[in-house]
């Protein structure tokens, strides 16, 4: 069976548009092939961002080839998925902080991306798709920088695609939220 996992960056899940949409997809993709998601909650996994201990500490078990550690849970995670969907509200230009956190979790040399005898950074990760859910209050246009940092991963982990998908414009009025949303998920068929 596939695994697809889901990276739920959202915030009050309950009634997070971008939780809302991204689900969507995990169905279509579910119907599509056989899946088995895993679904990692970031604000419950609580992951901190990197310091100089925990930072020292991955450098020397990396170095000595020491990469079962449960400091590379994530970064195992990611890179052993058939398929990734990653769920961030449009925040500050980005994604809330704790993707961030995420990121550097999962960008582990040795086992997300090598490098070559020459330095080139080669990919590991085995999925062969990445989708990126983002809903936004406002509108988006060219200053999507949450999901150039997740294409750019892609590459550097050797993921060959990337999907955007988005709703936006959800708080700007007189807009409708749920016609913009069913929109949105009327039209995820066409982007998977």
């Excluded at 085995?126 to 809903?135: E, G, I, S």
């Amino acid at each position: 069976m596939k695994t697809l996992l889901f990276v739920n960056a959202c915030v009050n899940r309950e009634t997070s548009r971008t939780n809302r949409l991204s689900r969507e997809l995990i169905n279509l993709l579910k119907e599509k092939a056989d899946y088995s998601v895993t679904e990692l909650v970031l604000e419950e996994e609580n992951i901190q961002a990197l310091n100089s201990e925990t930072l020292r500490k991955r450098m020397a078990l990396s170095k000595n080839g020491e990469i079962t550690d449960k400091i590379f849970k994530y970064a195992h995670q990611i890179s052993d998925a058939d398929c990734i969907v990653i769920a961030a509200p449009y925040w500050d230009l980005a994604f809330p902080a704790m993707l961030k956190n995420y990121i550097e979790a999962t960008s582990v040399a040795g086992i997300a991306y090598r490098y070559s005898e020459n330095g080139r950074p080669i990919g590991m990760c085995k999925a062969d798709k990445v989708y990126y859910v983002t809903t936004c209050g406002g509108y988006i246009r060219d200053l999507n920088l949450g999901y150039d940092t997740v294409k750019a991963l892609a590459t550097l982990f050797g993921i060959k695609d990337s999907q955007c998908i988005t709703a936006e414009g959800l708080d700007a009025r007189p807009n409708d939220v749920e016609a913009i949303l069913k929109e949105a998920i009327e039209d995820l068929p066409n982007k998977i």
